[in-house]
């Protein structure tokens, strides 16, 4: 079994049917114990209104186990919330650390940096910090990019389409910048309503 299951499962552990099949008082406590060390690894995405999200998040100076299970949680977390891409502050950890699975790019790094960029296209952006909307953005269809791996190793690479849009939205993160934050004001305007509703519902 997969850890992305685990979610289609969710109703079944609340309501004990899967628990049922095991016998002894010891067996429900192993499978108990083993679902809550997989929902851990999925963090509570921080919403629209959080201070996190604008703030300047911190370079990482070097790549640590611990900064490997920030990593492996944001992917976690990336996959549970169907996303193509995820940056620290998202899950309230102020250090330039994302991780992206998109058009065939995957990535797990820090400090990510752009060194080139190509002509401009538009395509619709969305992000789990403001759930239910969506709009159009005009980013670099082709950049060339710096970054440190997972292992610690300095990376340069070329991006195109979906993955480049992916790096540079998680990096504006890194900046407190929101993909609304480059919404006309006309348009934003016309959601502001409803990004006060996200931001009145925070916990």
């Given at each position: 079994?997969?850890?992305?299951?685990?979610?289609?499962?969710?109703?079944?552990?609340?309501?004990?049917?899967?628990?049922?099949?095991?016998?002894?008082?010891?067996?429900?406590?192993?499978?108990?114990?083993?679902?809550?060390?997989?929902?851990?690894?999925?963090?509570?995405?921080?919403?629209?209104?959080?201070?996190?999200?604008?703030?300047?998040?911190?370079?990482?100076?070097?790549?640590?186990?611990?900064?490997?299970?920030?990593?492996?949680?944001?992917?976690?977390?990336?996959?549970?919330?169907?996303?193509?891409?995820?940056?620290?502050?998202?899950?309230?950890?102020?250090?330039?650390?994302?991780?992206?699975?998109?058009?065939?790019?995957?990535?797990?790094?820090?400090?990510?940096?752009?060194?080139?960029?190509?002509?401009?296209s538009e395509d619709i952006e969305g992000s789990p910090c403001i759930p239910g909307i969506q709009k159009p953005v005009r980013r670099p269809r082709k950049i060339?990019?710096?970054?440190?791996?997972?292992?610690?190793?300095?990376?340069?690479?070329?991006?195109?389409?979906?993955?480049?849009?992916?790096?540079?939205?998680?990096?504006?993160?890194?900046?407190?910048?929101?993909?609304?934050?480059?919404?006309?004001?006309?348009?934003?305007?016309?959601?502001?309503?409803?990004?006060?509703?996200?931001?009145?519902?925070?916990?």
């Amino acid at each position: 079994m997969i850890r992305g299951e685990i979610l289609d499962l969710h109703t079944e552990f609340i309501s004990h049917s899967f628990l049922k099949q095991f016998t002894q008082p010891s067996d429900t406590q192993k499978v108990w114990d083993w679902a809550a060390q997989i929902y851990n690894m999925i963090r509570e995405i921080r919403l629209y209104g959080d201070p996190v999200l604008t703030k300047s998040a911190e370079t990482v100076p070097e790549i640590t186990e611990e900064i490997r299970d920030i990593l492996t949680d944001m992917w976690d977390t990336m996959e549970a919330n169907r996303c193509v891409g995820l940056s620290a502050p998202q899950i309230g950890v102020s250090l330039r650390l994302f991780v992206i699975n998109a058009g065939g790019v995957v990535i797990r790094g820090a400090n990510p940096e752009v060194l080139t960029e190509g002509a401009p296209s538009e395509d619709i952006e969305g992000s789990p910090c403001i759930p239910g909307i969506q709009k159009p953005v005009r980013r670099p269809r082709k950049i060339t990019v710096r970054y440190l791996d997972e292992s610690g190793e300095i990376v340069e690479r070329e991006l195109k389409g979906v993955a480049a849009r992916a790096y540079l939205h998680e990096k504006d993160h890194h900046e407190g910048v929101l993909f609304i934050d480059h919404l006309k004001p006309g348009v934003r305007k016309l959601i502001q309503k409803d990004l006060d509703r996200i931001a009145g519902n925070r916990a």
